[in-house]
């Protein structure tokens, strides 16, 4: 049966690190409050000059050179993110550009926290009927230029910042590789966390007030998005448990989205798993939307935390809401 495997992963960050006690100068919070509410303590930051694809270029790299590939030797690109470079064309295409290869497709995935787990997804019906062999997915984001750095937006401006994380994906024979998927979006909650602008739900003519009312700046109604993540989380998570026949014990780890280290600790008690199987890595980068489960599966490989045949779980959840899981047998 053939399968899709993960062969290379790779990472990148901005080399500047913003801490807790520098948003104190740019805002009414503290380090205590961030810290107790969220687990964060810092985050980074991109130049003036970096965009999302060149964070999403330097991740690319890493993953191809622990895949032994070169970059024209991709056949696919899958590139997730909320914070594309422009608001078209999409950032896959840059991407592709900034690597040198030339033609092959380049598709943006816009859904948000879950956006590499529907990539994950899309890049494992590709693999399986034998559309493409190498697909390069990317999850990328810079948010920090996007954020509403004043007292007004704090509740959401601690919360984010700027990474990639990049996979490889290629067939194999062997009983291991992607399991199972698991998608999910429930579009009612569409405004509780979402940026309204630029977008064509504004009226004609409304550029002036919308850029004067500041709703081209995320804005989050926190209460409501904790509520649902710590019941979709573990929910997606049992739901692909259930679908490959396995129960909690037989978790190598779970990587969640790092949305705050609440959130996962919230689903990790209700599916009664020691920390050891639950990996967190939001105290140094924030939340990093998309990025956050490559960046996550990236550290966690170097770590040593995932062996071979050990499963793995990705579960994530986001604005939309959308909510996803995917299995692993690494
Ligand atoms: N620093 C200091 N004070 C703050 C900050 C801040 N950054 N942000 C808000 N506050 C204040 C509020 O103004 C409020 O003050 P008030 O009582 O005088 O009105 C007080 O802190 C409490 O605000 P709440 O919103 O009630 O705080 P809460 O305990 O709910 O925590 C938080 C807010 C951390 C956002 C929480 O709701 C949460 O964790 N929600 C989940 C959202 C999340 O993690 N989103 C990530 C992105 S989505 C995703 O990836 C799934």
Not at 108 to 136: E, H, M, P, W
Not at 163 to 170: D, L, S
Not at 234 to 256: K, M, S
Not at 275 to 295: D, F, L, W
Request: with cysteine.
């Amino acid at each position: 049966m053939r399968r899709a495997r993960i062969t290379g992963v790779g990472h990148y960050a901005p080399p500047r690190v913003v801490t807790n006690f520098d948003l104190e100068k740019m805002m009414d919070t503290s380090d205590e409050w961030i810290r107790e509410r969220t687990g964060i303590v810092e985050r980074r930051w991109v130049d003036e000059d970096t965009a999302t694809s060149d964070l999403a270029a330097e991740a690319s790299k890493k993953a191809l050179q622990m895949a032994e590939l070169k970059p024209e030797e991709i056949d696919f690109i899958i590139f997730a993110t909320l914070s594309p470079d422009y608001y078209f064309p999409g950032s896959g295409c840059l991407l592709q550009h900034k690597l040198g290869i030339n033609h092959i497709g380049a598709l943006d995935v816009r859904n948000q926290c879950c956006g590499f787990i529907y990539g994950l997804s899309i890049a494992d019906q590709y693999i399986r009927t034998g559309t493409y062999n190498k697909i390069l997915l990317v999850g990328a984001e810079v948010q920090s230029k996007g954020l509403n750095l004043s007292t007004e937006g704090r509740d959401v401006a601690v919360l984010f910042g700027d990474g990639a994380g990049a996979v490889v994906i290629e067939p194999t024979d062997e009983d291991r590789g992607i399991l199972s998927t698991h998608l999910h979006a429930d579009g009612r909650f569409a405004t509780e966390l979402c940026v309204e602008y630029p977008g064509s739900a504004a009226p004609q003519g409304a550029t002036h007030q919308m850029l004067n009312e500041e709703r081209f700046f995320p804005k989050m109604n926190g209460r409501e998005v904790f509520k649902h993540a710590a019941i979709r989380f573990p929910q997606v998570i049992q739901e692909a448990l259930e679908a490959n026949g396995f129960c909690t014990q037989d978790i190598g780890l779970i990587i969640p989205h790092q949305a705050n280290l609440r959130i996962s600790e919230a689903m990790r008690t209700r599916l009664g798993l020691p920390p050891e199987k639950v990996y967190n890595n939001i105290q140094r980068y924030g939340n990093t939307t998309a990025a956050s489960i490559p960046i996550a599966l990236s550290e966690a490989l170097s770590e040593g935390r995932i062996q071979d045949n050990d499963m793995v779980i990705l579960a994530a959840f986001g604005s939309g809401f959308t909510w996803a899981s995917a299995a692993i047998r690494w």
